[in-house]
T-cell receptor, first 115, second 113 residues
Framework: AAGVIQSPRHLIKEKRETATLKCYPIPRHDTVYWYQQGPGQDPQFLIS???????DKGSIPDRFSAQQFSDYHSELNMSSLELGDSALYFCASSVQGFTTNYGYTFGSGTRLTVV | GNSVTQMEGPVTLSEEAFLTINCTYT??????LFWYVQYPGEGLQLLLK?????DKGSNKGFEATYRKETTSFHLEKGSVQVSDSAVYFC????????????FGQGTTLQVKP
C-alpha cells in the first residue's frame, strides 16, 4: 500500500539558509499535518491543511511557512535557519473526519541538520 | 489544556517479560487515544487505538484499555521480544477538531535477550 512520502530524507543546511521539505500524502487523503521532533523529544504539532487551506496551527515559528497544493502534496518552507531547527520533521496524512477514529499515517520524516 | 503524561524511561526488560508503560491524560470531552511506536531511524507507526471509554485497543500482542475513571491508557504486553525495542508514544486526539494529536514524551523500551 502507498504510504506518506517525504523528501528529502536527510538535509544539511547552514545557519541562515533556507530549506524546503516536501510531503506527498496517501492517495485520497485530504489532510496533511506537519510535526517537528527534536532529539529525544516528543513530536510537536506545527501546522495542518485540509483541502489546501490551513486548518490548524501549532508552535510553528514565523520563519516557517507551509502550503498544500492542488495535488494535495504539501511543502514546509523554513527560512533563516537556526541551529535549534535541527530536528526530524514528520508529515502525516489522513481523511478529514476519520482522524480521531483511525489515527493517521506518518511519513518516515526528513532529518534536518543545521550547521 | 489537553496533555499526555507517560512514565519515564528507559524501561529495560528481559525477553518474555511482562510490559506495562503507563499513560495518563488530561482532556475535556471525550478524546480518542492512541499508541504509536517509533523504531530507530524510522517514522511513527500507529500501534493501537481506542475511541471511547472501556474500549480496548490491541495489535501485535499489545493491549491498552481506555479508562475514563482514571484517565489512563496504559500499554501492556504479556511477553516482549527483542524486536519490540523502540520508543513508544501515547497520544490524544480530540473528536471535534482538525485532527491534531498531542503526544506524551515517549518511553524507550529496551528488551535484552
Amino acid at each position: 500500500a502507498a504510504g506518506v512520502i517525504q523528501s528529502p530524507r536527510h538535509l544539511i543546511k547552514e545557519k541562515r539558509e533556507t530549506a524546503t521539505l516536501k510531503c506527498y500524502p496517501i492517495p485520497r487523503h485530504d489532510t496533511v499535518y506537519w510535526y517537528q521532533q527534536g532529539p529525544g523529544q516528543d513530536p510537536q504539532f506545527l501546522i495542518s491543511f485540509y483541502e489546501k487551506m490551513q486548518s490548524d496551527k501549532g508552535s510553528i515559528p514565523d520563519r516557517f511557512s507551509a502550503q498544500q497544493f492542488s495535488d494535495y502534496h504539501s511543502e514546509l518552507n523554513m527560512s533563516s535557519l537556526e541551529l535549534g531547527d535541527s530536528a526530524l520533521y514528520f508529515c502525516a496524512s489522513s481523511v478529514q473526519g476519520f482522524t480521531t477514529n483511525y489515527g493517521y499515517t506518518f511519513g518516515s520524516g526528513t532529518r534536518l541538520t543545521v550547521v | 489544556g489537553n496533555s499526555v503524561t507517560q512514565m519515564e524511561g528507559p524501561v529495560t526488560l528481559s525477553e518474555e517479560a511482562f510490559l506495562t508503560i503507563n499513560c495518563t491524560y488530561t482532556a475535556t470531552g471525550y478524546p480518542s487515544l492512541f499508541w504509536y511506536v517509533q523504531y530507530p531511524g524510522e517514522g511513527l507507526q500507529l500501534l493501537l487505538k481506542a475511541t471511547k471509554a472501556d474500549d480496548k485497543g490491541s495489535n501485535k500482542g499489545f493491549e491498552a484499555t481506555y479508562r475514563k475513571e482514571t484517565t489512563s491508557f496504559h500499554l501492556e504486553k504479556g511477553s516482549v521480544q527483542v524486536s519490540d525495542s523502540a520508543v513508544y508514544f501515547c497520544a490524544l486526539g480530540r473528536s471535534s477538531n482538525t485532527g491534531k494529536l498531542i503526544f506524551g514524551q515517549g518511553t524507550t523500551l529496551q528488551v535484552k535477550p
